[in-house]
């Protein structure tokens, strides 16, 4: 996320506001995929698939990167390592905030394609 986080709780209760920002941006955005997609012919798959990419790249991509920065970069010295820390909100939360806006965006789409249910009444379910 690349706003502000310190308003956000610590442990499991920062990773279900995290959750719930990506589920809202997923719902929403399966809304708008799904408006384009009816006007280009697009499939369900298509449209869940660009809803879900981009509620992640939107809500979960500096938790995401920062998860794997703090996995694989070489830190050279404990004063870098600190420092680049100290800018993460909740390090030792990090991994359940990224859990959370993973299952959120998707449970977004899936509650949206649920919403618009063309599916339902073709008889495809």
């Known amino acids: 996320m690349n706003y502000d986080q310190s308003w956000m709780g610590y442990g499991w209760t920062g990773g279900m506001e995290a959750g719930?920002?990506?589920l809202a941006a997923g719902f929403v955005l399966y809304l708008l995929f799904h408006w384009l997609g009816r006007r280009n012919?697009?499939?369900?798959a298509r449209r869940m698939g660009w809803?879900?990419?981009l509620?992640?790249?939107l809500t979960a991509r500096m938790d995401l990167w920062n998860l794997f920065y703090?996995?694989?970069a070489r830190l050279q010295s404990l004063q870098l390592l600190r420092a680049k820390l100290a800018e993460v909100?909740?390090?030792d939360g990090?991994?359940?905030r990224v859990l959370c806006e993973l299952l959120g965006a998707a449970l977004g789409v899936l509650l949206a394609w649920l919403l618009c249910g063309?599916?339902?009444r073709r008889g495809d379910a």
């Open 70 to 72: 703090f996995n694989y």
């Open 41 to 44: 012919g697009w499939s369900d």
């Open 51 to 53: 809803a879900y990419v």
């Open 118 to 120: 063309a599916h339902w």
């Open 89 to 91: 909100h909740d390090p």
């Open 20 to 22: 719930a920002i990506g």
């Open 94 to 96: 990090i991994g359940t």
């Open 55 to 57: 509620a992640l790249v």
